[in-house]
Every structure is written in C-alpha cells, then in structure tokens.
C-alpha cells in the first residue's frame, strides 16, 4: 500500500507538473472510483496539492476539493500525451487537463476519489491521527500512554498517527530497536524519543528515494521509487540484520508481515 513517503512523492511531482492547470473532462471507467458529481470539478484550475496522512488533496478555485485514497494498489500516472496503451483494465479515471492526462488506475479497486465540498473536507478526514511528519515527542508520548497494545500497531492506527503503515512501521521499529510487539505504554521516555527520530530519518529518507515499489506502487511517470532497495528489515525475513548478523525473522502481527531482528530489538 503506498504509504505517506509514496504518496507525498506523488504530491511532489504533481505540484511540478499540473498546479495552475485547468481540468478540462473528467472520463470515469469505474463509477465505484468515483464519488460525487463530476460536474462539480469540470471547468475548475488545479490551486494547491495537499497531502495530509495517506490522502491526497487537490484545492480547486471553486471551493470543491477532489480528495484521494490509493488503498492497495492505486497508482496516479501523469502524461502530456495520452497513448491508448496507457488504458487498461486498472483504469478507473482520465482526467483531461490543459496540459495533459491525469490517470487513476488500481487493479485491486478499492481506492477512490472523490468530489468535496471543502466547507466538508474537515468532516471527511476526522478520523485521521497527527501526520506522521508532524508528530511531536509530547504527541507521541501522549498516544503510546494510552494502550497497551503492540507498538507497531499503533504506529499503524490511522486514526492515531497518519502516514504510516506496514513498511514504514517495520523500519522505524528496527532503527529505534524497539520489538514490535512491545506494549506501547511499557516505551520509556528515551525509547520514545528513539522511536520519533527513528520514524522521522525513516520517512524522509524514503521521500528522498522516491518511495517504495514493491508492489504496484511508481511515481506518477512510471518511475520506480528506489526505497526498496534501502529496507533494513522489511521483506528481509532469513536474511542477516545489518547490525549484528542475526537472522531476521518474519512473524504475523494483527494479519500483517512483521520482520525484526530480536537480538537488536527488545
Ligand atoms: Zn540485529
């Protein structure tokens, strides 16, 4: 799933690419992609991109915003030339723009977008946690405090902490040399502050990588991102941690792969 270093990869390139631009048409191929009136967003210029968690925002200059969730596999392509080759059976919107083509594709389909009224964005996001790239030790202390439940959990609870999931959650993790299922409210306050830096060092440098593709996730002109190529522990289950030659080893946390390493992580 991309997470906040793909999606904020993304957020980069489109502000280079089509801030200032008009949407022209907007040609919907999967109306369960789709929310709202697509009326609402023809005619109007892109104003500003926002990224907040793993949702993208673009401001329109008519007071609607169109919002998006990439969920599993969404990929946000961008192209000054449409070639027929580039619509496939994952396409679930085109979207016209002065400059070129918008295209939202997602084989697994349970990503989306959607037309808000920005008097209602606040409403749509309530849910969501501090971003991850904001996150103060005071707030990170504050949510840990409160459940006992495994750190990488929380650390993955949207509506706690924005941005993070599976991959990032796993390096942070290694890097703070915190175990993953350690009670969150056991961490002491300098494994908080650890585990902070740990998360910050690993989510710029996954920004300055371009992200992770390990699955469908490439940048919006169908670069790789190179971040997988940096992973510490995640995916690198049998294989030996970088600190100390242990054998990495993969178990199952809440349904979701863990890799840690529990000679450096206790
Ligand atoms: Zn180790």
Redesign the pocket.
Known sequence: MPELPEVETIKKYLERKIVKQKIQDIKIFDRKGFKGEKNKVIGTKILKIKRKGKFLIFILNNSYNLLFHLKMTGQILFFNFLRNSEINKATKVIFVLNNGYLIFNDVRRFGWVKVVAEKNLKEEIKNLGIDALNLTFDDLKEILSKTKRPIKLVLMDQRRIAGIGNIYANEALFLAKINPLKPANSLKNEEIKELLEAIKIVLKKAINYGGSSISSYVKPDKRKGKYQEKFLVYRREGEK??????VIEKIKLGGRSTFY?K???K
């Open positions: 941690c970088k600190n100390c030659k242990t390493c000679n450096c992580q």
